[in-house]
Nanobody, 124 residues
Framework: QVELVESGGGLVQPGGSLRLSCAAS??????????MGWYRQAPGKERELISA???????NTADSVKGRFTISRDNAKNTVYLQMNNLKPEDTAVYYC????????????????WGKGTLVTVSA
């Protein structure tokens, strides 16, 4: 029903910036994309939540990236962005887009979707 496609990853020097994008596509007329967010998984570590945003604009961001990363969302485009500034080597990870949806068809229920991930490498 919903496909998430990330883009914007790449190689950047410490202190640099990148903007990640994630677009949700599919037949979502009857689906409310309630929350979209970004997770990351660094080498040898578990996947962790970085930032999330609701359709109403409420955000939740991990302390490790507050002040450096900013999440935003375009509800009309069903797209979420992550502006990453002052990147550090420890930000190196695969970044995954996540979406939580709600629909009352055929019955009220939630669904969760994941993108395939985009690699961010921060290195001099």
């Amino acid at each position: 029903q919903v496909e998430l496609v990330e883009s914007g990853g790449g190689l950047v020097q410490p202190g640099g910036s990148l903007r990640l994008s994630c677009a949700a596509s599919g037949s979502i007329f009857s689906i409310n994309v309630m929350v979209m967010g970004w997770y990351r998984q660094a080498p040898g570590k578990e996947r962790e939540l970085i930032s999330a945003i609701t359709s109403g604009g409420s955000t939740n961001t991990a302390d490790s990236v507050k002040g450096r990363f900013t999440i935003s969302r375009d509800n009309a485009k069903n797209t979420v962005y992550l502006q990453m500034n002052n990147l550090k080597p420890e930000d190196t990870a695969v970044y995954y887009c996540n979406a939580i949806t709600y629909s009352d068809r055929p019955r009220p229920h939630r669904e969760e979707y994941w993108g395939k991930g985009t690699l961010v490498t921060v290195s001099a």
